[in-house]
């Protein structure tokens, strides 16, 4: 299908380990978002990218957790050194302009162990 | 601090019943509330959204119901069925920028 894609769709890990989390948005969309949902809660923002820019990294929790988006399209979530209260369902979402109607990918899944 | 409150939890309703989950907000620069609906496994999905200058909007069997005076708005689902089962968010935003969730409802319908 055309919607926003994640990959891995689970990744187990141990503390202390690197991870990288791949989103392919919407082909078009020009603005990204990363979000993580904790067990039992809503999605808390992580940070969002207009073009090829973190326009808003505000919602990323500590220096460990990093993203990138080098050409404008598919971004990469980077968590150094694992912590286990990293685990979480990691969603990214894309939409064609910002501000406008954000589509969701299915998100994620990270435990660390 | 929390800034959109939900409730309840969770709610478990006979099939062809009406739904109803209720939030509210603080912050008066919220100026777009929205719905998503989300599956296991699945992302969340933009279900209904409003605007604070109207009190209701109804799409099919989705209503949103605002009361900008009180800081609360609900989401009613109207005849519900066992595909309705889900877990809800409300969320909020101003400007439409970075959305701020609530905790969810995990919805059951009877069937």
């Known amino acids: 299908g055309a919607g926003v894609s994640q990959t891995p769709s689970n990744k187990v890990t141990e503390k202390g380990k690197y991870v990288e989390l791949r989103c392919d948005p919407i082909?078009?969309?020009?603005?990204l978002y990363w979000y993580r949902q904790s067990l039992g809660q809503g999605p808390e923002f992580l940070i969002y990218?207009?073009?090829?820019?973190?326009?808003?990294d505000s919602g990323l929790p500590n220096d460990r957790f990093f993203a990138v988006r080098p050409e404008g399209s598919v971004s990469t979530l980077k968590i150094q050194r694992t912590e286990r209260g990293d685990s979480a369902v990691y969603l990214c979402?894309?939409?064609?302009?910002?501000?406008?109607?954000?589509?969701f990918g299915p998100g994620t899944r990270l435990l660390v162990l | 601090q929390q800034q959109v409150k939900q409730s309840p939890q969770s709610l478990i309703v006979q099939k062809g019943g009406i739904s109803i989950i209720n939030c509210a907000y603080e912050?008066?620069?919220?100026?777009?509330f929205p719905w998503y609906q989300q599956f296991p496994g699945k992302g969340p999905a933009l279900l209904i959204a409003i605007r604070p200058d109207v009190s209701e909007k109804k799409e099919g069997r989705f209503t949103i119901s605002f009361n900008k005076s009180a800081k609360q708005f609900s989401l009613h689902i109207m005849d519900s069925q066992p595909g309705d089962s889900a877990t809800y968010f409300c969320a909020a935003t101003v400007r439409d920028d970075k959305i701020i969730f609530g905790k969810g409802t995990r919805l059951h319908i009877l069937p």
């Open positions: 912050n008066t620069a919220f100026d777009y």
């Open positions: 990218f207009q073009g090829t820019g973190a326009a808003d």
């Open positions: 979402a894309s939409s064609l302009t910002h501000p406008g109607t954000q589509y």
């Open positions: 082909s078009g969309h020009t603005a």
